[in-house]
């Protein structure tokens, strides 16, 4: 076949499937689940998955933000922050965590606010890169020094999600 008949299938083949409408068309996936939906930590969006999201923690004296990074739903995420926010014995878990408790000592009264800064794609076996490890050390590099939470040393930290496709935890 010469190269204007190849292009012309190739052409023809992508024009079908464009065109398909037999597709059976797919409800839009709910972003939460929450009993009560005015609750919910992430605005109506707590079941989104490959997330960097942002803690803004207000207090009295001052505001100061939290960015962090979950390839799980966040969801999934929320419950262990909340236990470090609770529990004093898991104040050192997170930096967020730290900072909180030690305004907690201050006896001023934080709140968090959570929210969604970006959506990233998963970790890929066999990936030289991880999108949202990247994109979280970036976040935290664009955002204000002054305001954030964040320590310097979690930028130096290795991908924590290509662990999942290690051998020694194919059994878990």
């Not at 929450?34 to 009295?60: D, F, H, W």
């Not at 999934?76 to 898991?90: D, I, T, V």
């Not at 968090?112 to 970036?138: A, F, H, M, N």
Request: hydrophobic share 25%.
């Amino acid at each position: 076949p010469n190269v204007q008949s190849l292009i012309s299938a190739h052409n023809r083949k992508l024009l079908r499937t464009h065109n398909d409408t037999t597709k059976p068309i797919v409800p839009e996936q709910p972003w939460c689940n929450c009993r009560k939906a005015n609750l919910c930590p992430m605005s109506g969006e707590c079941l989104r998955s490959a997330i960097i999201y942002k803690a803004t923690v207000t207090s009295q004296s001052e505001e100061k933000h939290y960015i962090g990074a979950t390839e799980q739903t966040f969801k999934k995420r929320y419950p262990k922050h909340k236990e470090s926010l609770e529990n004093e014995h898991s104040k050192e878990h997170t930096s967020l965590s730290s900072y909180v408790w030690s305004l907690k000592k201050k006896s001023e009264d934080p709140t968090v606010k959570w929210e969604i800064i970006k959506q990233c794609s998963p970790y890929v076996c066999g990936s030289q890169r991880c999108d949202t490890c990247l994109t979280e050390k970036l976040c935290i590099l664009n955002s204000d020094r002054l305001q954030c939470i964040n320590k310097n040393n979690e930028l130096m930290q290795k991908c924590r999600h290509s662990n999942k496709f290690k051998w020694k935890n194919a059994g878990k």
